[in-house]
């Protein structure tokens, strides 16, 4: 998977994208070096089927990727501003959402979530303004809102953005957002747009006197879990999470380590150079967690960007460390549990069936 867009860039934009793909590329390189003996060395699973190849190939950047109830599949392609469907016998792909700018289209879209009834979120950006659009399974509009956000540090691999609005996750009734800059970790909005709850006390960081970077270092990937409660999953800076229950109350924290990101760890910049993206300058701040997901017995995969994923039970407590194998070892960018517990993973539209142990 590149880390360069195929868009044109300014130079600056050119050599900072470069700069970002070498340093992950770089502590990839470093960890795939290290020895690993067995007691260690992450398990491998293999995908058990997915999008065929020709199908597949249909699509220019898959972001997205998730099962409806019918047994078809819908496919978020980022750069084309489009939602697809593929049939549940996987021999067609069919266009759900166009691009565009009008109530039900979208454009510059930077995050796409599925509920179990197959409803779904996309959240896009005509004219700069941040938008969440929820639609139903079938692609008709349920309703579509503006957020009133100020400009928040961006959190990116390359020209994809992570974090804020393109951290949004739907619950079926309700729309979870990351807003660090509200002095909150999580914010709720219901899908009229009426905020419902905040919730989350930023984390210390140790750069508050570096408001940017102090904020980015909290933005953050807000998880519904299946007991109504919330996982909170730190894109950038010291790796952790937190749960927060259904009232949102803080159950617990914890920290994220291993062998494979050692040399990711050691890493961690102490400046940060700035970047100019449609005239506003973010601190540069690499991400070290690339997506999360929660499966349907409320474990938390967490997938960082060195490939390796890690998976935590209920109270928190790290149980695996797998890497997920298509046609090579994948870097996932999204994450999705299908009822029967199937993984649905991009790039690559694969499928993966997790042992229950």
Do not use: C
Request: hydrophobic share 45%.
């Amino acid at each position: 998977m590149s880390w360069l867009p195929s868009g044109k860039l300014s130079r600056t934009e050119r050599s900072l994208t470069v700069a970002t793909g070498v340093a992950l590329l770089g502590a990839a390189a470093l960890l795939l070096a290290a020895p690993l003996t067995a007691a260690v060395a992450p398990e491998r699973l293999t995908a058990s089927g997915g999008i065929p190849a020709f199908l597949a190939g249909e699509f220019e950047d898959p972001s997205g990727y998730a099962r409806r109830p019918d047994g078809s599949s819908l496919v978020f392609d980022r750069r084309r501003h489009r939602v697809y469907t593929v049939d549940a016998a996987r021999t067609a792909v069919t266009p759900l959402i166009e691009i565009g700018y009008e109530v039900g289209r979208v454009l510059r879209p930077t995050s796409f979530d599925v509920a179990d009834s197959g409803d779904f979120v996309v959240a896009d950006a005509p004219g700069r303004q941040p938008r969440i659009s929820v639609f139903r399974a079938s692609g008709g509009i349920i309703n579509t809102f503006s957020l009133q956000t100020i400009e928040l540090p961006r959190i990116s691999v390359g020209i994809v953005v992570l974090n804020g609005v393109a951290a949004a996750r739907y619950t079926g009734v309700t729309v979870l957002i990351s807003q660090p800059e509200r002095g909150v970790l999580v914010s709720e909005y219901s899908v009229t747009g009426a905020p419902q709850r905040q919730f989350g006390a930023l984390r210390r960081t140790g750069h508050e006197r570096n408001p940017d970077v102090h904020l980015a270092h909290n933005a953050a990937l807000p998880l519904p879990a299946p007991d109504g409660g919330v996982y909170v999953v730190f894109l950038a800076g010291e790796p952790a999470f937190r749960k927060y229950s259904a009232a949102g109350a803080l159950e617990f924290e914890r920290h994220i380590q291993g062998r494979e990101i050692d040399a990711l760890l050691l890493m961690q910049p102490t400046e940060w150079p700035r970047r100019s993206v449609d005239d506003v300058s973010y601190p540069l701040v690499l991400p070290a967690v690339r997506t999360a997901a929660v499966d349907r017995r409320g474990r938390l995969w967490v997938a960082m960007v060195t490939s390796h994923v890690y998976v935590f039970d209920r109270d928190g407590e790290k149980i695996r460390t797998v890497q997920l194998v298509g046609a090579g070892v994948l870097t996932p960018d999204s994450l999705w549990f299908a009822r029967d517990g199937t993984l649905l993973v991009t790039p690559g539209l694969f499928n993966f069936a997790p042992p229950i142990g």
